[in-house]
C-alpha cells in the first residue's frame, strides 16, 4: 500500500473521532469542538496531499481512485449530518449537498462501466474546497452578528457550488447516460 493510500485510509479512520468531538463540542468547557475542528483539519490536509503524492509520485492506484473520493464524501457529509444535528446548517442544504455527491457518483460509476472516467473539473474542486472551508468555519461557532452572516454567506456560497457544479457534470456527462 503506498503513501497516498494510507493518507486516504487516515482521513477515514479520522472521522469517528472528528465527529465524536463535534457532537460532544460542549464538554471540557468547550475544548471538544476545537479538537473536532483541529481533526477535521488535518482530514482536509490529507485530502490535498495524498492527491498531491499520487500524482507527483506516480502513485495513482485504482484503490486510490476509488477511497479517496469515498473518503471525502464521508468526511463532508459526516460534518454536514451533525452541524445540522447542532442546529448549525439547515437540514435542506445538506439534503441538496449530499444528493449532489450521490448523483456524481452514480455518473461515475456508470461511466467506469463503460470504460470512462469524469474527472472532477473546476466546478467541482472549487465546490469541494469552499464547502470545507464553510465547515471549518461553522464548526467554530465564533460569537457575533458578523460571524453569523460570514457563516451563512459561506453556507450558501457551498450551495450554490455544489448546484453549479452538478450542472456541468450532468451537462458534460449526458452522453454516458445514454442507451447503446
Given at each position: 500500500?503506498?503513501?497516498?493510500?494510507?493518507?486516504?485510509?487516515?482521513?477515514?479512520?479520522?472521522?469517528?473521532?472528528?465527529?465524536?468531538?463535534?457532537?460532544?463540542?460542549?464538554?471540557?468547557?468547550?475544548?471538544?469542538?476545537?479538537?473536532?475542528?483541529?481533526?477535521?483539519?488535518?482530514?482536509?490536509?490529507?485530502?490535498?496531499?495524498?492527491?498531491?503524492?499520487?500524482?507527483?509520485?506516480?502513485l495513482v492506484s485504482t484503490f486510490g481512485k476509488f477511497a479517496d473520493p469515498l473518503a471525502d464524501k464521508i468526511l463532508v457529509s459526516s460534518a454536514l449530518i451533525v452541524l445540522t444535528e447542532l442546529s448549525l446548517i439547515q437540514s435542506w442544504i445538506v439534503i441538496i449537498i449530499v444528493s449532489r455527491e450521490?448523483?456524481?457518483?452514480?455518473?461515475?460509476?456508470?461511466?467506469?462501466?463503460?470504460?470512462?472516467?469524469?474527472?472532477?473539473?473546476?466546478?467541482?474542486?472549487?465546490?469541494?474546497?469552499?464547502?470545507?472551508?464553510?465547515?471549518?468555519?461553522?464548526?467554530?461557532?465564533?460569537?457575533?452578528?458578523?460571524?453569523?452572516?460570514?457563516?451563512?454567506?459561506?453556507?450558501?456560497?457551498?450551495?450554490?457550488?455544489?448546484?453549479?457544479?452538478?450542472?456541468?457534470?450532468?451537462?458534460?456527462?449526458?452522453?454516458?447516460?445514454?442507451?447503446?
Open positions: 500500500m503506498n503513501i497516498a493510500n494510507k493518507l486516504t485510509i487516515m482521513r477515514v479512520a479520522l472521522i469517528p473521532f472528528f465527529v465524536f468531538f463535534l457532537v460532544n463540542g460542549d464538554w471540557w468547557g468547550g475544548a471538544f469542538k476545537w479538537i473536532a475542528v483541529v481533526i477535521f483539519c488535518i482530514a482536509c490536509a490529507t485530502d490535498w496531499f495524498d492527491g498531491k503524492l499520487a500524482r507527483k509520485m506516480g450521490f448523483i456524481i457518483s452514480g455518473f461515475r460509476l456508470v461511466a467506469a462501466e463503460r470504460g470512462k472516467v469524469i474527472a472532477a473539473n473546476m466546478w467541482g474542486k472549487a465546490k469541494t474546497f469552499e464547502t470545507m472551508i464553510m465547515l471549518i468555519f461553522v464548526m467554530m461557532q465564533l460569537p457575533g452578528r458578523t460571524c453569523y452572516i460570514i457563516g451563512q454567506i459561506l453556507i450558501y456560497l457551498a450551495l450554490a457550488l455544489t448546484v453549479i457544479s452538478l450542472i456541468t457534470y450532468i451537462t458534460a456527462n449526458w452522453d454516458i447516460m445514454k442507451e447503446d
